[in-house]
Every structure is written in structure tokens, then in C-alpha cells.
């Protein structure tokens, strides 16, 4: 079985720059693609950006095109999350999932492993 853990989250002012990081433990990720999604309070859980196994394919949402990179390390077994230009409407806890399908599903129901998740809060 496999364990996620996300890191990085913090209080940051709208523009900055922010890497959240998600540690994989118990094995490897095998041929699973990993994604971050995130939920604001009140709000259901939204996908942000995924990566397909081996690192060369990558989906974002509209609102994350242009200001976050996702990329993974197999070797590390981690995938972090790079955003920049961040806005207050960014605030969310943040959470990384792997499903074995495609890794460009935006649906929480096809991931199958969550982290705890990681609290980003951008203040204006």
C-alpha cells in the first residue's frame, strides 16, 4: 500500500511563489499517475494539475495553466507542485491522489489514494 504526504503549504501574500511537495511511502508508484487537486471551505474538491507515470505528460485546469507546474521524481518518489503568481482565490488545502488510469482524469472518484493535505492560504 502505498502513503502520501503533502509538505509546503503556507501563508503566502497574492503574487508569491509557492512548491508544495508530495512524499510517497510503503512502495514505489508504479506506472500510477499522481495529481493535486485541492478544496476550498464550502467548496468540493476541484482537480489542479496532474502527471502521468513516467513524468512526461502533464494535464492542468484552466485556472492553473500558465501559473503551476506539476512534475514528478521516481527515483525521489515524490511530485511537487510549483505555483507562482498566486492569487487569494488559490486558498485551499491542497492534496495529492494516484490512480493507476489515465492520467488525465479530472475526477476525485478514479484517484485512489489522498494524503492528509496541505493548507496554501494567499492573502490580498
Known amino acids: 500500500q502505498v502513503y502520501l504526504a503533502e509538505s509546503g503549504g503556507r501563508l503566502v501574500q497574492a503574487g508569491d511563489s509557492l512548491k508544495l511537495s508530495c512524499a510517497a511511502s510503503g512502495r514505489p508508484l508504479n506506472r500510477e499517475a499522481v495529481a493535486w487537486f485541492r478544496q476550498a471551505p464550502g467548496k468540493v474538491r476541484e482537480f489542479v494539475a496532474s502527471v502521468s507515470w513516467a513524468g512526461g505528460m502533464t494535464y492542468y485546469a484552466d485556472s492553473a495553466r500558465g501559473r503551476f507546474t506539476i512534475s514528478r521524481d521516481n527515483v525521489k518518489n515524490t511530485v511537487a507542485l510549483q505555483m507562482s503568481s498566486l492569487k487569494p482565490e488559490d486558498t485551499a488545502v491542497y492534496y495529492c491522489?494516484?490512480?493507476?488510469?489515465?492520467?488525465?482524469?479530472?475526477?476525485?472518484?478514479?484517484?485512489?489514494?489522498w494524503g492528509q493535505g496541505t493548507q496554501v492560504t494567499v492573502s490580498s
Open positions: 491522489a494516484v490512480t493507476r488510469g489515465v492520467y488525465y482524469s479530472p475526477e476525485p472518484r478514479e484517484y485512489t489514494t
